[in-house]
């Protein structure tokens, strides 16, 4: 059971925070078990929370298929390659289950608004079908900048 957490505590319980897009994905065997994970490399556009050296991440879920080694995480939802996003990773040093703080809490895209061109956050969480737990909606989204704005104000301490 994932519970549902406020904002306030997935960005004080996330070590970093990025906006960035996925470059692409590779299932391999992890060191946890061995299990399969599916990793996804994700090039950083724009660090929110945190400090990271490099200019790509790496994430790992657990799951995914290594030759005839299937492994499925019920309501585990994986970015897809080519999505941008902002990404609330838990841990830096530990391989988990989900690589987000609150799984789907975790996860926002960034879309673009066809009409106005503008750069848009929109919850992943509350997409998810299989919690039956909803966060507030985001139906349309939030403004990028105001949403990378609220969550370095909440780092500050701000609000």
């Given at each position: 059971m994932v519970l549902r957490m406020s904002f306030q505590e997935i960005v004080s319980g996330a070590e970093l925070i990025v906006d960035g897009e996925v470059l692409k994905k590779e299932t391999r065997l992890s060191s946890m078990g061995p299990r399969p994970f599916?990793?996804?490399k994700i090039a950083i556009i724009d660090i929110v929370k945190g400090e990271y050296p490099d200019e790509t991440i790496e994430i790992g879920y657990m799951g995914g298929q290594v030759g005839d080694?299937?492994?499925k995480v019920s309501d585990l939802r994986m970015p897809a390659v080519g999505e941008r996003g902002i990404y609330f990773i838990e841990s830096l040093g530990q391989q988990q289950i989900h690589?987000?703080?609150g799984w789907q809490q975790?996860?926002?895209r960034v879309i673009v608004d066809p009409q106005t061109g503008q750069e848009r956050a929109v919850s992943e969480y509350e997409r998810d079908s299989g919690t039956g737990i909803r966060a507030p909606l985001l139906q349309q989204g939030t403004d990028l900048s105001d949403f990378k704005k609220e969550i370095r104000g909440l780092v500050k301490g701000d609000h």
């Open positions: 599916t990793y996804f080694l299937v492994l690589p987000l703080i975790g996860h926002y």
